[in-house]
């Protein structure tokens, strides 16, 4: 059984330009959440795609946008970079979007993007 | 809102021997998850072990135990016999029982290195 895939591993975008991250869940998952990590901040909860909609958004600027697709496979973009965006993503698919407390989030490895 | 605090600085822990890491946290939900997440240097998050806040026994998986003590707001993982490979950053994080919930709230996390 495949994991949670994201790509690209890395990336390196300049101040301004805009960039998009992918997700490819578990098979059958539905639920997708994308999180923020720096040294500074920790993880932080970017938002939650459950069955396309969003469900559940972080405190992070309008810059910070997500989508699913059909599939469960999830985008997040980031426009108009600013340097304090450099930060490893990390992607995560749930089986249930029920808030069963035991519901094991599985993460992929995630994209580390650097802003210069 | 829930909070979880990991205060410990790095940590070295000699080979086979066993090794507690903290985790108090706060919330106002009645009912709730908790999480260990392990994540070594390559970024994946690895799931570890869960106690729900309504079990009464302590939860173990293989070589990982979590001593939960709900009066104190406590969650502390105990990794036995350690091994090289337990070299990495140890996470705590819980989720709240609600319907749509699957936002993670994380720790700042705890570094530990196995030394032979």
């Known amino acids: 059984k495949a994991g949670v895939t994201q790509t690209p591993r890395y990336l390196i975008k300049t101040r301004g330009q805009q960039v998009t991250l992918s997700c490819s869940p578990i098979?059958?998952?539905?639920?997708v959440s994308w999180y923020q990590q720096t040294p500074g901040q920790g993880l932080q909860f970017l938002f939650e795609?459950?069955?396309?909609?969003?469900?559940n958004k972080g405190n992070f600027p309008g810059r910070f946008s997500g989508r699913q697709f059909s599939n469960s496979r999830s985008e997040m973009n980031v426009s108009t970079l600013e340097l304090g965006d450099s930060a490893l993503y990390l992607c995560?698919?749930?089986?249930?979007?029920?808030?069963?407390?035991?519901?094991?989030?599985?993460f992929g490895q995630g994209t580390r993007l650097t802003v210069v | 809102a829930q909070k979880i605090t990991q205060t410990q600085p790095g940590m070295f822990v000699q080979e086979k021997e066993a090794v507690t890491l903290d985790c108090t946290y706060d919330?106002?939900?009645?009912?709730?998850?908790l999480f260990w997440y392990k994540q070594p240097s390559s970024g994946e998050m690895i799931f570890l072990i869960y106690?729900?806040?309504?079990?009464?026994q302590n939860a173990t998986e293989g070589r990982y135990s979590l001593n939960f003590q709900k009066a104190r707001k406590s969650a502390n993982l105990v990794i036995s016999a350690s091994q090289l490979g337990d070299s990495a950053m140890y996470f705590c994080?819980?989720?709240?029982?609600?319907?749509?919930?699957?936002?993670?709230?994380f720790g700042k996390g705890n570094q530990v290195v196995v030394i032979p």
């Open positions: 919330t106002s939900d009645q009912s709730y998850g």
């Open positions: 098979s059958g998952h539905r639920s």
């Open positions: 994080a819980m989720r709240g029982s609600y319907y749509g919930n699957n936002r993670l709230a």
């Open positions: 106690q729900g806040s309504y079990d009464e």
């Open positions: 995560a698919s749930s089986l249930e979007g029920q808030g069963a407390v035991n519901t094991e989030a599985f």
């Open positions: 795609y459950f069955s396309e909609t969003q469900r």
